[in-house]
């Protein structure tokens, strides 16, 4: 499989970045991009920046780009890099266009992905991944990764992870990637509260007030997961229902005890916030959303999730970006 391209199906900054790494580890990569970001790339070239302080370039003639999907037609391996909304319209493309046996790989926000492209990819395999890290969009063809973690991938008789795992792009296989997926989604209920903020992750992190806020909401998430019998896994080496009650200690604690294993760049921002930014409508309704749906299942309460998702919505509508709201004011107070 690995022989034949490896296609990005909707690059944006997780799939360029993504692409980007393969691509200077000398593997074939094709990437399906918009108009915009593809002549940013034949303009400026692929320019991957870590928050490590790493910087990797590539000339354009390195990839391949297209807006068609019929770059799919030889593909070994498609990488899934769209917003959960677009899964369905891009599961057809790929049915229209790629191979029986290319191998499908979503790297998407959420948990409900991988159902839609299995009803609509007609027996090709697809695997579920999760990738922990955050990607800004710099311009002119910068791709910046903001954040740490390896990308994981559910275990498969072809050791798929592996055969995708490159120097500055790890990939391991989960032989429990539904509790990974959950895991991550859990993590990303602070998307929206970054995005609502207006203020870069490692800030609000660094803030007991934001982090209580944060820690609330979570509690309401594993309460509806556990009520469903769902059990997700952590990404970092505390177990996940530790992780609300650390998130309140005092700065001082909390830091002796998670800062060092959080990596993340003073001005990281979520992927919401992105979206709020550039007047897009956001994943709400797949992260938040998908918790709520469980906790309506199991008769389980989860106002502050619902308070979350309204203002959401409400930014999206209004059109002015991230509203820069405080913890008090998300919380309804004054």
Same mark, same amino acid.
């Given at each position: ?13 997780? $799939? ?19 108009p915009r970001v593809k002549t940013e790339i034949e303009r400026f070239g692929l320019r991957l !920046? ?30 899934? !890099?769209?917003?959960?909304?677009? !899964? ?7 049915? +229209? ?20 492209? @299995?009803?609509?990819? $007609? ?21 910046? +990764? ?11 008789? @072809? ?8 120097? #500055?792009? %790890? ?6 990637? &539904?509790?990974?997926?959950? #895991?991550?989604l859990i993590i990303n209920l602070n998307n929206a509260l970054s995005a609502l903020s207006d ?12 982090r209580r806020l944060f820690a609330d909401q979570m509690a309401e998430g594993l309460a509806a ?5 769902? &059990? ?10 530790? &992780? ?36 897009? %409508? %956001? ?14 299942? @199991? ?17 999206? &509508?209004?059109?002015? $970006? ?11 107070? !004054?």
């Amino acid at each position: 499989m690995t022989d034949r391209p490896i296609v990005v199906a909707g690059a944006g900054a997780i $799939g360029c970045f993504v692409g980007g790494q393969l691509a200077t580890a000398d593997r074939r990569v094709a990437l399906l991009v918009r108009p915009r970001v593809k002549t940013e790339i034949e303009r400026f070239g692929l320019r991957l !920046t870590d928050f490590d302080g790493s910087e990797k370039k590539l000339e354009a003639g390195r990839l391949a780009l297209s807006e068609d999907p019929a770059i799919f037609h030889s593909a070994g391996i498609v990488l899934v !890099t769209v917003k959960s909304a677009d !899964t369905a319209d891009i599961a057809d493309r790929i049915a +229209r266009h790629a191979p029986q046996d290319a191998v499908i790989v979503s790297l998407q926000n959420g948990v409900g992905n991988v159902a839609v492209l @299995n009803e609509r990819l $007609g027996g090709r395999r697809v695997l579920a991944g999760m990738v922990p890290f955050n990607v800004v969009a710099m311009g002119e063809g910068r791709f910046h +990764r903001s954040s740490s973690g390896d990308i994981h991938i559910g275990e498969d008789a @072809n050791n798929t992870a592996a055969a995708l795992s490159v120097p #500055g792009l %790890t990939m391991r296989a989960s032989r429990d990637i &539904t509790g990974v997926q959950w #895991g991550k989604l859990i993590i990303n209920l602070n998307n929206a509260l970054s995005a609502l903020s207006d203020m870069p992750l490692a800030a609000q992190l660094a803030d007991r007030d934001w982090r209580r806020l944060f820690a609330d909401q979570m509690a309401e998430g594993l309460a509806a997961l556990k009520a469903a019998g769902i &059990t997700p896994v952590s990404a970092m080496p505390i177990p996940m229902s530790w &992780t609300p009650a650390l998130l309140r200690l005092p700065d001082v604690i909390f830091n002796a005890i998670l800062g060092r294993t959080m990596k993340i760049d003073p001005e990281a921002r979520s992927s919401m916030w992105q979206d709020l930014k550039q007047g897009r %409508t %956001t994943e709400i309704d797949y992260l938040q959303g998908a918790v709520i749906a469980l906790a309506e299942q @199991n008769h389980v309460g989860v106002p502050l999730m619902r308070r979350i998702v309204a203002l959401v919505k409400e930014a999206e &509508t209004s059109g002015k $970006g991230p509203p820069g709201l405080s913890p008090q004011q998300i919380r309804g107070g !004054t």
